[in-house]
């Protein structure tokens, strides 16, 4: 089973960037798709973006469209979540998660098996 580690959180003001990466151990890494979500106090779990196995499919929630870009890299077992024009409201813990590939990629909580510890990122106004 792989295993994920996050890292790349931190503070930034609104406006500006970070890049999340997620390292992934295990040899079927390649085959899953992937996932990033983010939770802030007294909320649910959010998908924040998805990506195919290989990379060629991806999927956005609407509050960050056009602003996140999440990418993957198969040979260095990671996966990536380019963050830029950041917003208050993007405050949260975000995780990255994987799932087996179903045909698309989703952002149902309930499709992901295994999850990270969660990195913070705080945008300050």
């Known amino acids: 089973q792989v295993q994920l580690v996050e890292s790349g959180g931190g503070s930034v003001q609104a406006g500006g960037s970070l890049r999340l990466s997620c390292a992934a151990s295990g040899y079927t890494y390649s085959s899953l798709q992937m996932a990033w979500f983010r939770q802030s106090p007294g909320k649910e779990r959010e998908g924040v973006a998805s990506i195919s196995p290989r990379g060629i499919t991806r999927t956005y929630a609407d509050s960050v469209k056009g602003r996140f870009t999440i990418s993957r890299d198969n040979w260095k077992y990671a996966l990536y979540l380019q963050m830029d024009s950041l917003k208050p409201e993007d405050t949260a813990n975000y995780y990255c998660?994987?799932?087996?590939?179903?045909?698309?990629?989703?952002?149902?909580?309930?499709?992901?098996?295994?999850w990270g510890q969660g990195t913070q990122v705080t945008v300050s106004s």
């Open positions: 998660a994987a799932a087996k590939w179903g045909g698309a990629p989703t952002l149902r909580r309930d499709e992901y098996n295994t």
